[in-house]
C-alpha cells in the first residue's frame, strides 16, 4: 500500500506531458465523439442569428402545441412558437449558465480546497465551516436577494449558479488533497524544501484533477436546469427570450397534452452532459500520469 | 419479523375493505389550507374546507342571491342601519353547546376584536349586536352597509363556538368547532385535513358521506392521476388544458362554474414617482393598449377556451355586468391611430408578472399582441412577495395581478378605485367615482346600486386603471361514482346532496 | 479520534451562528413584506399593524436577531408567521418524512450507481462500460418532474401497483409507507446514482493501475477479490465525499419531487416559507440543515481517517 500514486517522476515532466496528453487525446474516439457533440452544439448557439429559421419570439395562434411535422420539425410550444428555433436560441443562454457558471465553481472551489486541504489547521476550519455555512444556505433565498439587488440578466444568473455549486468543488479537493499529502513523495518534497506552492502545483494537483473533472462535467446539467428556476424569480433570461431550462420548466405543465415539449430540451441537455462528460473521460485518461 | 409484516399487510388489508364500506370521499385541493379558523383565515382552500365544517349565517345560489342557512330570516330598518336576523332553531355546535342569538353575538365580537381576526374590514360597519330574542339578533350599523349580508355568506359569516373559541383564543384554529355537516378530527400539515360527519347536524339528511378527507397535492397533472387511479373521488381546479381529456373520460365527471373574480393588468397612475410616466399620464395609450388585444384569443392560446374573456370587475355572466361595454374586439388600427395620437409610434412598457407557468404564458400572449400594435412591453418575472412588495410600494409602471372575487359587487371594484381604497395599488383617484361607488354602497336596491356602477363604468372604462383581461372558471373533475355536485360561482364545494351512486 | 470528533462538535457551534447570522441577514435584505403577504388579500391596514408588531418586524434586525436567538437558546424556535403553528413543531413533522426520503434515495443510488461505476471501470472501453455510462447519464439529464409524472401515470394510473402520491408513516403502516416512498426515492435515487457511478468509474479507473494492484494480480490473487478488497476501498475517498453532500443535500429537502409525490417534507415547507418571507421557518430549517451538513462533513472526515490512517495526522 505505500507506493499508491509514485509515479510523478522528474523524468516525465522533461518530456512535455501536454503534448503527450493531446496526442492521447485525439487518439481517443470517445473523447473525439464529445468533443464534436459539444462543439455542435457551441457551433449552433453562435450561429443562431445567420441560420435560416423562424424568429423564435414570433407566435402563430392557429398553431399552438402542434406535434412535430414538416413545417415545424420539432414542433410549437405553448403559444405557438417554433421548438426548433427556440432550441437553436436558447443553446447560447444554456451552454454559458452551463459552462460558465461551473467554471465559476471550479476556479473558486477548486483553489479554497487546496488550500484547505493542504494547510489543515485554522485556515482548514475557517473554509470549510464557511462551506458548510453556503451549503446550508437555501439557494432560493440567494437566488432571490441577487434577483432584487442585481436584476435579471444571464451574467448575474451564473454568479449565482455559480456560488451555489462552489462549496462541492472545495470539499471534493479537500479529500483528494488530504490523501495525497501524507504520501512519501510529498513529503519528500517538502523536505528538500521546494515552496508550497510549488509542490501544490506539481504533485497535488494532478491527483484532485479526476474527481474535480467528473464532478464539473456533471454540473452541467444541474446548472443548464438551475438556470430556468432563476428566469423564474427574475434573474436569468427574461420571457420570452428561450433557455433549453425554460422550455423544460414549462413543458412541465403539458407533459399529457404536448409531450414533444419536453423531449427536445431534455434530449439537448442530455446529450450536451454527455458530450462534455465524454470530453472530461478522454481529458482524465490524456492527463493521467500512469496512462501509458 | 415476516409475522409482523403479514400482520401489517392484514391489517392493511382490512382497513382498505373497511374505508370502501364507510363512505369516505376524498378530495384533492391544490394547495394547503392556513389556519382552520374562519376568523383568522386568508387562503381559498381554507374556505372549502370551512363549506364543510362551519355553517354560515346565509348562504348563496349559483345565481348569487343570498339564501338562509343559520338565519332563516331577516330585514332590513327603514334608514337601513338595522339588521335584524331570525335564527334557525335546534342547532348546535361540534361540541354539543347550542347556536342561539348569544352565539352570533359572540361570533360578530369576535371577528370585530380579535387582534388576530383577518375579518375586521368585512364587519367595520357593524356598531352593535344586540339579543333581541333567544333566537334574534338585531345588528346596528354605523351607516347603511348593502355588503353586509354578503359577508356573512363568507367567512365574515360562519359561527364558531363560542365556549370552544373562548377556551382556545387564537389557537382556536387547531381543533376548530363549529356547527357545519362536518366535525373536525385531525389535520396533518401538507397531507390531510379529515372531517367526520356531525350526526347532530340541523340537516344530517342532506349528507351522505361518513367521512370528508382533504388532501393538498399541489401539482395539476399528479391530482389529476390521482382521481384517474381512483385515490381521490374530485379535485377543484383541474387545469384548463386537461379539460378536453377529462370530458371525454366517460369514467369521469366534469362541473364548472365561471368565477367571481377577475385577472387583469394594474397600471401605475398616481402610485409614487414611477406612476408619473406617459402609460400612467395618458388615458389614450391604456386605450391602445387594451385594444391591442384579442381577449378571446387569449382564452383560446392559454385556457383552451375554458375561461371567461372579460373586460369589467363582474364576469359577462353576471348581473352586475354593463352590458353598454362589452368585450372589446381587437382593433390594432384603432389601437396604432390612439398612440399615435399620443404622439407614439413604438411604446416601451414594462409590467411584471407572477411567477407562475400559467401567468407567465398569458403575458406573452398578450405581449405578443402588444407588440403588432407598437407596444414593446418588457416582461418582469417575479415572486409572488417581491412583486407585491413593490406594487404597495409604487416601484412599478404595470403589474399583472388578479383579485379572488366577492359575493357583492362592491368587493371588486370599491377598494380598487376609490381614492382612498386599501388596495388601489393604482392610486387612482376620481372623485366622481368616489362619489359613486360610495353611493352604491348604501342602497339596498339592485337597480339603484346598479345604475352607480354602470355610471362609474362609463368613466372607468375610458380611464382603465386596470386592464380587465379575463375571468377564471372553476373547474372540478369528478369521479364517475359521484353525483349531486352543484358548481357554485365562489369556488366552494357544498356537499349538500352529494353522493356515491 | 474522539478528541478529534468532540473538537468538531464544539466547532460546530460557532458554524452554527455564522450560518444563523448568514441567513437572517440575508432574509431581511430580500424585498418584500411578510406582513402584507400574510395579511389576505384585502391588506387591511390594522392587520398589517398587527402582524408587524406581533412578530417584530418594526424591531430594528439586531434585536430580532438577539431575540430569536435569546429564545432558540431556550429551546424556542418560534412560531410559524404563515401557519401559526410552533417551528419546532413543524420540524418535528417533517424532519422524519424527509430523513426517509433521503434514505431511500440514497440506498437507491449507492445499489445501482456504485455497481455501475465498477463495472463500467472493469469493462473501460467495452459495451458494458458504454451503457452503463449512457443509462448514469440519463438519470442525470431527465427532469425529476418528467420521471415523477412518467411513472405516476404508468405505475399508478395504467396499472394500479402503488398509490399515486401521498405519505404514510412507517409508524402507523409501513407497508403503505414504503410504498409511498418506492417512487419519489427513485426518482431521486436515479439523479444521484449518475454522480455516484461517474464517480466511482473514475476512482476506479485511477485506482487499478497503481503499482500495488498490479502486484496483487501478479500474484494471482483472484480478480474479484482484488477489485473489491483494494481497488474499491481506495476508491471510495471522492465517493465518501459526495455521498455526505448528497446526503445532505436530500436532508435540506428536494422540493420538486416532494411536490409531485405530495410529500410533506422539508423541500415544500421552505420554498413555502421563502416566498411567503416566513423567517421563522427558513431560520429554523436552515439551522436544522446546517447542522446537518455538519454532521455529514464530520462523517466524511471521519471516515477518510478509517479508510486511509495515514491521513490521521491531516485531521
Redesign the interface.
Known sequence: ??????TVEPAEETVRPESRAWKKLKASKSALLGFAIVAFFIGIAVAAPILPIADP?A?S?SV?RKAPSAVHWLGTD???RDILSRMIWGAQASLMAGVVSVLIAVLVGVPFGLIS?YF?GWID?VI???T??L????F???A??L???LG?SLTNAMIAIGLSAM??FV??TR??V??V??EDYVEGARAVGLAHFAIMARYILPNVF??V???A??TV?TAI?AEASL????LGQ???APSWGSM???A??????APWM?WWP?AA??LV??GF?LLG?GL??AL?P??T | MRKEFLAALLLSATTLVSTAHAADLRIGLQDDADVLDPDQSRTFVGRIVYTSLCDKLVDITPDLEIIPQLATGWSWSDDGRVLTMDLREGVTFHDGTPFNAEAVKANIERSKNLPESRRKSEVKSIESVEVSGPLQVRINLAAPDATLLAQFADRAGMMVSPAAAEAAGADFGANPVCSGPFKFVERVQQDRIVLSKFDGYWNAGAIHFDTVTFLPIPDTTVRLANLRSGDIDMLERLAATDVASVKGDANLGYAEAVSLGYQGITVNIGNGEKGDNPFGNDARLRQAFSLSLDRDAINQVVFEGAFAPGNQPFPPTSPWYDKDHPVPARDVEKAKALLKEAGYDSFDVEVQVANNPVQTQMMQVVQAMAAEAGFNVKLKSMEFASLLADQSAGNYQASQVGWSGRVDPDGNIHQFMTCKGGINDSKYCNPEVDALLDAARTSNELATRKAKYDEARDILNNDLPIIYLYHPTWIWALSGKLEGFTPYPDGMIRLENVKFN | MLSYIARRLVIAVPTLILVSVFVFVLQKLLPGDPALVLAGEERDPEVLEFIREKYRLNDPVIYQYFHWMKAMLQGDLGISLRTQQPVATLIADKLPVTIQLAIMAMVIAFAIGIPAGILSAVHKGTAVDYIANFIALSGLSIPNFWLGIMLILLVSVQLGWLPASGYESPFTDPVKSLQTMIMPGFVLGTALAATLMRHTRSAMLGVMKADYIRTARAKGVLENAVIIKHAFRNALLPIVTLSALLFGELLAGAVLTEQIFTIPGFGKLIVDAVFTRDYAVVQGIVMCTAAGFILMNLIADVLYFLLNPRMRSSL
Not at chain 1, 451549503?135 to 437555501?138: C, E, H
Request: proline fraction near 7%.
Open positions: 500500500m505505500s507506493a499508491v500514486i509514485s419570439a407566435t395562434w399552438v405553448e403559444i405557438g486541504g489543515g476550519q470549510s465551516r464557511i458548510d455555512a451549503l446550508a444556505t437555501p432560493l433565498i440567494l432571490i436577494a434577483a432584487a439587488f435579471p462549496p462541492i470539499r471534493l479529500g483528494q488530504l490523501s499529502k501524507t479526476a474527481p473533472l467528473v464532478q462535467t456533471l446539467a436546469i428566469s423564474f424569480l427574475g427574461q420571457p420570452p423544460l420548466n414549462v412541465k405543465n403539458f407533459m399529457t397534452q419536453a431534455g441537455i442530455f452532459v454527455l462528460n473521460d482524465r485518461d493521467d500512469r496512462e
